[in-house]
């Protein structure tokens, strides 16, 4: 009995001797708690090394029984060593410091490496505002290359896409493009639009950026036309220490592997209309005009390219800054589209509890070819003249060129399918070079002249531009159809005709802000004191000059046969037509506006945990135009003036050091566009309808409620939950207006009031190699207008209109939009992937004039993938991959469909519950690159 006592005792100690032990671990920041991701931590005697993952997390395994030696190492942190000993699987949280550089006589003042994933967390769980953040670093790892598509992937914004697919303006959290403001580091910037104030955001490339903030609820000492949201597009800082970056990339647009791309020579286009070059009294000849830009190549599968270069540096004894950065890209966008084009009036219902149903006239088959070359540069310096006074500098140019061939197939023929008979079709071809540029241009200065008392000033030169040189369309026209005999048949193209328009306008400001900060204690409390406010001069400029052109008849008086551009003839008739438009086209217009803004706010802690920030703006507003259309005219000129008194209550309560709850209220305004309230036609900006101006608009003013609980955990993982309530006075949409018996145009209008509100949600959370991140937003509007209800009489018999008033959705508001990411991070392999979903459910895209007809975007879900993979210390190949679905953009009429078969069957009709009226197909795009890191 002894002898098995005795060999169970050695077989226990043996056992434990040789049992094998797991050490898990994070590596944290002393100072932040914030998960150290990429660091090295070192375990002796037994010599391993482990890297940490994407929350900090470190593991070894199968130790055994021992007193180890760790030794932790991270780029900026001073190294940590320490021993402890392993007889049982073992959790250490280790902490790390921040290496101090002390310096003599100046203290370094480059950025807090702003576009760290690690600073956006925190500027959000700090700032005063309900805002998100986006790093540098998640930019550079994202699918995106411009900031529109950035923008998609934060929580409550949907994108609107230009023709081409590629996100352009952004809708934040149910408000249209209008009622957001574009910031540069902080300064609103002008927009080369030519309608409008919003900027289009496809114009800035990515990785200019630092970081890409939006800004949901305005303090007082912001600027009060953002009630959607401002986007503040921090550009890159000069760093602590030398920095150099470069990338390069090329790619392909997987449209033109199926479809080759069409061309034509940009240089052939005349920049001047004639009479720009020759005084406005010119009467033009069709010499006067060239025909090269309607000479068209092709293409097979062009390639995408892109390049970036930054450097930055300190020097003086780290007092001065420097930072600049460049950015080319050149790619290759295609699209192909079809529209059923609906009728001024539709089909009469039979009582007026039924809705109209529509008619449609036209179909239109169109491919886009779109070469976009998008240039940006940035420098910015800073200087710190003193312990007490910075002053900086920084200057941004950003220039977008499209060059775009559109080809257009009009077939009543396709829509009519009337059997025995003849249609028309008819064939456009368009020509569009347009050039848009931004610069910016911001003196700031920062003061320290006590403990208690500092201010800061900015001094702003901006200017926005856009060219439409010589944007025209070549039309002609045959006959196809069916004839007694059952056979198809065809008649020659006739030349119908030829547009020309020369349009440009620039947007400039000159600014000036001031901002006085006074810290007073009061009852052991600090209350920080803050007035100031801005001065805007604007000076907006329109030019918009057209030609029309008559194809020249045959000698016998029949039309001319279309033989292509070189041997078509025109001339002008009448022959005043050589004069173009200019001379008394209300589009032709210069736009003043001065506004003068102050404001007070203060900011003070109650009971240690309640953050009070309280304050009032006061905006005004003066603004002035006139056009060179006649004084007889209706809206030739126009002067306008208001005041908004605007306040603001902003209130935080600090839960502990990791939550908190946030409310607030804010008023704010929309202002309407330039081209809003000047009332002159057209046709450039949409692609099916002319747009007008209405010079009886107000503007807009808006209540705003918020209230979020956030949750920012050790590390990068967050998570928020909010709502938010606005009240609309005088909300600006646009709708469509009948303008003859067969027209329609464009125009805004006010429509009442209207209510939108809604709830959101954020997350991020990390575990090892893995990580997730997403958002959700439930947005609910309403709005009222009276819609037009077309029906016949069961009576009398006759047709008639009544208008009766009907609730909807604000324009552009989706009920649903989602985003999730999937993170990978191996930081022993340095390779990094996300594969990111959006999805955006349903929202009115136009309004219609009668009940039940407007036009609906349908819910779409997009797909995107990136990856990249370190190569050594400095190198890296990136991948990405756009569209990877092939989502398509939809316009659907919410009836049922009377369109799939018989008669009236149109194409692509393949749901009986709605009407099918748009349809846009883009195809995934490619782009392989390199990026290098000094």
């Known amino acids: ?21 797991t050490l898990k671990g994070k590596l944290l ?64 949280k280790l902490y790390l410091k921040k290496t101090v550089n002390d310096l003599q006589d100046v203290t370094v003042i ?31 790892l994202s699918p995106d290359i411009t900031v529109a598509n950035v923008l998609q992937r934060v929580s409550g914004v949907s994108i609107e896409r230009s023709n081409t697919g590629d996100g352009q303006h952004a809708i934040i959290r149910g408000m249209d493009k209008r009622y957001n403001v574009t910031l540069i580091n902080g300064v609103k910037i002008p927009s080369p639009d030519n309608r409008n104030r919003f900027v289009p955001l496809d114009i800035f490339p990515a990785d200019l950026l630092e970081r890409l903030e939006v800004v949901k609820s305005l303090t007082p000492n912001m600027e009060a036309d953002a009630s959607g949201g401002a986007i503040n597009i921090v550009m890159k800082d000069a760093p602590s220490r030398m920095v150099l970056n470069a990338s390069l990339a090329t790619g392909y647009s997987q449209i033109f592997f199926d479809q080759p791309a069409e061309v034509f020579n940009k240089g052939a286009i005349q920049l001047k209309s004639p009479a720009e070059v020759n005084g406005s009294s010119y009467l033009a000849s069709v010499n006067d005009f060239t025909k090269a830009n309607y000479n068209y190549s092709t293409k097979k599968s062009p390639i995408n390219y892109s390049g970036g270069l930054s450097f930055g540096n300190r020097y003086f004894k780290n007092k001065l800054g420097v930072i600049a950065a460049f950015s080319y890209q050149n790619n290759y966008r295609g699209a192909n589209s079809i529209f059923f084009q609906p009728s001024t009036q539709p089909n009469p219902s039979p009582d007026k509890n039924t809705d109209s149903s529509p008619v449609f006239t036209d179909g239109f088959f169109r491919t886009y070819t779109s070469q976009q070359s998008r240039l940006g540069t940035h420098l910015k310096l800073d200087y710190r003249v003193s312990p007490k006074t ?28 009337v059997g025995q008979g003849q249609g028309l079709v008819e064939i456009a071809d368009r020509s569009r070079f347009e050039k848009q540029g931004i610069f910016n ?98 000076n907006r400029d329109n030019y918009n000059n057209q030609y029309s052109f008559t194809p020249k008849p045959n000698a016998d008086g029949t039309p001319q046969v279309y033989n292509g551009i070189d041997a078509a003839t025109f001339i002008f008739s009448p022959a005043s037509a050589g004069y173009g438009s200019a001379a008394s086209n209300p589009g032709v217009y210069t736009f003043d506006e001065n506004i003068g803004a102050a404001y007070g706010q203060v900011k003070f802690l109650l009971a240690k945990k309640l953050e009070v920030l309280a304050g009032v703006r006061v905006e005004n507003t003066d603004q002035n135009y006139v056009t ?3 004084a007889s005219f209706a809206g030739q000129s126009g002067s306008i003036t208001y005041l908004d008194v605007l306040p603001g209550l902003h209130l935080k309560y600090n839960l502990n050091t ?97 209510t939108n509100f809604g709830a959101e949600l954020m997350f991020t959370k ?110 890296k190949i990136y991948a990405k991959a756009n569209n990877l679905l092939n989502t398509p953009y939809e316009i659907i009429i919410k009836q049922p469909n009377p369109f799939i078969s018989g008669k009236l069957a149109l194409p692509e009709q393949k749901n009986s519950s709605y009407i099918l009226t748009q349809r846009d197909l883009y195809k995934p795009s490619y782009l392989l690159g390199l990026r290098y890191k000094l």
């Open 1 to 21: 009995m002894n002898f098995y006592r005795i060999t169970f005792l050695f077989l226990l100690i043996t056992s434990s001797a040789f049992s094998q032990n």
């Open 29 to 92: 920041d002393a100072s932040t708690g914030e998960q150290l991701v990429g660091a090295s931590v070192h375990i002796q005697p037994i010599n391993l090394t482990a890297a940490t993952q994407l929350d900090g997390s470190f593991t070894f395994k199968n130790l055994s029984k021992n007193r180890y030696r760790i030794h932790c190492t991270s780029l900026t942190y001073k190294s940590l060593d320490t021993t402890v000993l392993i007889d049982k699987n073992i959790f250490l």
């Open 110 to 140: 480059g950025n807090q490496d702003g576009g760290s994933q690690k600073y956006a967390r925190r500027a959000e769980q700090k700032s005063n505002n309900i805002s998100n953040i986006v790093s540098a670093k998640s930019i550079q």
């Open 390 to 417: 910075s002053l900086s500098l920084y200057t941004t140019f950003l220039q977008l060129n499209k060059a775009e061939y559109r080809h257009s197939v009009d077939s009543v023929l396709a829509i009519q399918r």
């Open 441 to 538: 241009t911001t003196l700031q200065g920062k003061h320290n002249l006590s403990p208690k008392f500092n201010f800061d000033w900015s001094a702003v030169y901006s200017k926005a531009n856009r060219e439409l040189p010589d944007f025209g369309q070549l039309k002609s026209t045959h006959k196809a159809g069916i004839d007694g005999s059952g056979n198809a048949y065809e008649t020659p193209f006739l030349l119908l005709g030829m547009n020309r328009d020369w349009q440009h306008n620039t947007d400039q400001d000159l600014a000036g802000y001031l901002n006085l900060h006074y810290l007073q204690p009061v009852f052991n409390q600090k209350i920080a004191i803050s007035v100031g406010g801005l001065y805007r001069h604007k």
């Open 628 to 630: 060179s259309a006649p």
């Open 658 to 754: 990791q939550q908190a709850l946030r409310l607030s209220y804010f008023k704010s305004v929309s202002r309407p566009a330039y081209a809003d309230i000047i009332p002159f036609a057209d046709g450039s900006t949409s692609e099916y309808y002319s747009i007008n101006g209405n010079p009886n608009l107000k503007h807009t003013s808006i209540d705003n409620m918020d209230f979020r609980y956030e949750l920012f955990p050790q590390g990068l993982d967050a998570f928020m939950i909010g709502a938010f309530y606005k009240y609309l006075q005088n909300p600006i949409e646009f709708a469509l207006k009948q303008t003859t018996t067969s027209g329609q145009e464009l125009r805004p209008d006010n429509f009442g009031n209207a």
């Open 766 to 875: 990390y575990f090892g190699q893995w990580g997730v991140t997403g958002n959700y937003t439930y947005t609910h509007s309403k709005i009222s207008s009276d819609k037009g209800l077309y029906y016949r009489d069961p009576n009398s018999g006759g047709l008639t209109t009544i208008y009766v008033n009907q609730d909807r959705p604000l324009q552009g508001q989706a009920e649903h939009i989602a985003n999730f990411s999937l993170l990978y991070k191996n930081v022993k392999n340095g390779i990094e992937a996300q594969l990111a979903a959006v999805y955006t459910g349903e929202r009115i895209a136009q309004l219609s004039l009668y009940r039940n007809l407007d036009y609906w975007e349908r819910a779409s879900t997009l797909l995107d993938f990136s990856a990249e993979k370190s190569i050594g210390h400095h190198l």
